[in-house]
């Protein structure tokens, strides 16, 4: 690996001019589980390595108005071992638990892996569930994106330059949500990914949506498939029934599939289907 | 290549002992516990942090010091396999492995023994399926995991159902 300098700024402003003043010689260091990765394959020059772990705080992993706040520095293991995201968010918790090894989770945090985008990953899929936002930091002062505003290609983020992740804020479920998020590969990276939340009213959908990860370039919503689901009696909402097939057909139509290692577009199509129904399943249960 | 960084001083614990270095921003735990402290067990193998034969604990949790920076042990401790001769649980995780002949080629041992000391220390009577689940992300191309999973039992005194 090239040599490289560090940094170890202590406030968040202080990172941005860093990665301001050094523009693409610098990048920002959190838990590095992808960006050493890149940086040893020689993929990614970095002459000046920023450590967000120094600035006093970035850990934290707290409740801010029945929201979850998570600080860019906290690792997937501090996330899905902290009381307050088992009893609140248990969905974040279980998705949290089962993200890469136990080795990755010790050390690597949800903000980079947002931040790094690779396609092939659970967290941004998850968070599409939910209305979560990024909080950045730049020069300009703070501002918040929508999670599916922020990823916009693989490897790729809608941050401006000299921005800083520093927390991901996570709003509560609506009352009356369920929600399911089911995982499958046959490799050390996720294959596929599928959330599924639905609203139920007196035993009525309300609200659907759908997330699918790992299949399309950037995990997205599935908006035609949701839209079926509206008006469908939850109790119908099983993994055999005519109604699930239908979003499934849909989901599968919309899935945007690559071809890669994973798999053929064909196969991911197909995986989509069944995991599409089984995620219903399992949330309409 | 020689580097112009300046070197960043690690004062940590190595298995109980207090040691010191000097380490390029560069450098990878793995290197300096093999190559500055003589820590052999360590092994390199897949280098990208998937395969577990790296793995060491740091402050009691499994980390892949393939892929973690040396200067991240600063201030924190470190038990590599060698350190685990010195520990209860370690000796009796040893002598488990042995008898259930949990090793063939023995290269991913190491790392096998600590990643099950973590779980041990942090759930003394697991079922098999935690210890299943715990082990998942350190690979073994001899043994087929059966016995190693029945070692780790063992060394928790329980038996394999």
Known sequence: MRPFTLHEPTSAAEASALLLERGEAARLYAGGTELLLAMKGGFLPCDHLVNVKTIPGMDAVALDGGALVIGAAATHTAIESAPIVRERFPLVAQVERRVANARVRNVGTLAGN???????????????????????????????ISIADLQIAPYETALEP??????????????????????????????????????????????????LGSVPPVARRLPEAEALLLGERAEHLNAESSAVAEVADAAAAQADAVDDLHGSTEYKRHLVGVFVRRAIAQAAA | ????????????????????????????????????????????????????????????????????????????????????????????????????????????????????????????????????????????????YKKIVEAVLAAAGRSAV
């Open chain 2, 1 to 144: 290549m020689s580097s112009a960084t300046p070197r960043i001083r690690v004062a940590c614990e190595v298995n109980g002992r207090p040691v010191e270095a000097k380490v390029e921003p560069r450098a990878f735990l793995i290197d300096l516990l093999r190559d500055e402290f003589g820590l052999t067990s360590v092994k390199r193998s897949c280098d990208v942090q998937v395969c577990g034969a790296c793995a060491v604990l740091l402050d009691g949790r499994p980390v892949s010091s393939c892929t973690l920076p040396a200067f991240e042990a600063r201030g924190h401790s470190v038990l590599t396999a060698e350190g685990l001769a010195d520990e209860p649980l370690g000796e009796a995780l040893a002598r488990a492995f042995a008898q259930h002949a949990a090793f063939q080629c023995g290269f991913c041992t190491p790392g096998l023994l600590l990643t099950a000391k973590a779980l041990l220390d942090s759930a003394p009577a697991p079922t098999a399926e935690q210890v299943s689940e715990c082990l998942e992300g350190n690979l073994c191309r001899c043994t087929g």
């Open chain 1, 162 to 211: 000299g921005e800083v992740m520093t927390a991901v804020r996570i709003s509560p479920l609506p009352g009356g949500a369920r929600a399911a998020y089911l995982k499958f590969g046959i490799h050390h990276r996720p294959t596929i990914g599928v959330g599924a939340m639905l609203r139920v009213a007196e035993g009525v959908v309300v609200e659907a949506r759908l997330s």
């Open chain 1, 114 to 144: 947002l931040c790094f985008a690779e396609p092939h990953s659970d967290p941004a899929a998850l968070l599409l569930l939910y209305d979560a936002e990024a909080v950045v930091e730049g020069a300009s002062g703070e501002r918040r």
